[in-house]
């Protein structure tokens, strides 16, 4: 695995021992990630989000906005349900995270579809058809 792209987390502690330093942004990524999924889970009753995996947040080091990644079992028409679903209740979950969080600002949220999944499909697909193509051997 190339960590040449975090070098900058990387941090020394006083036996100069190296140790990645995560910064607030990505915990704070963590704890939106869980508290989102919980929202969507007990607090939404929206059926255009009733499949909804929350599968990732990347929060700007300025703490201001909230990347916020899904996916959703389904085709492109549930897709667009669940997102439709989703920008309807942002103002309810960035609302329900104030007082989960504890923060006196809670970051802005966007919401979009993570697409990884349906390339790790797609790559097994093409393996699969590789193995064929070459007798299973």
């Known amino acids: 695995m190339d960590i040449s792209p975090h070098l900058h987390d990387l941090a020394f502690t006083k036996d100069n021992t190296m140790k990645l330093s995560y910064k607030r942004a990505d915990r704070l990524g963590e704890l939106i990630q869980i508290e989102v999924s919980d929202i969507i889970l007990r607090k939404i009753k929206d059926p255009r989000i009733s499949l ?3 599968t990732g947040v990347d929060v700007s080091d300025d703490l201001g906005m909230a990347r916020i990644y899904f996916s959703v079992m389904g085709d ?19 609302k329900s995270l104030g007082p989960r969080l504890e923060l006196r600002h809670v ?3 966007e919401f979009y579809y993570d697409r990884s999944f349906e390339y790790g499909e797609r790559i097994d697909k093409l ?11």
Request: glycine share 12%; charged share 35%; proline share 3%.
């Open 52 to 54: 909804v995996t929350i």
């Open 107 to 109: 970051p802005d949220i």
């Open 76 to 94: 492109e028409k549930q897709r667009q349900k669940a997102m439709d679903g989703l920008k309807s209740a942002t103002g309810f979950i960035k």
């Open 127 to 137: 393996l699969g058809e590789i193995k064929e193509d070459h007798g299973d051997s």
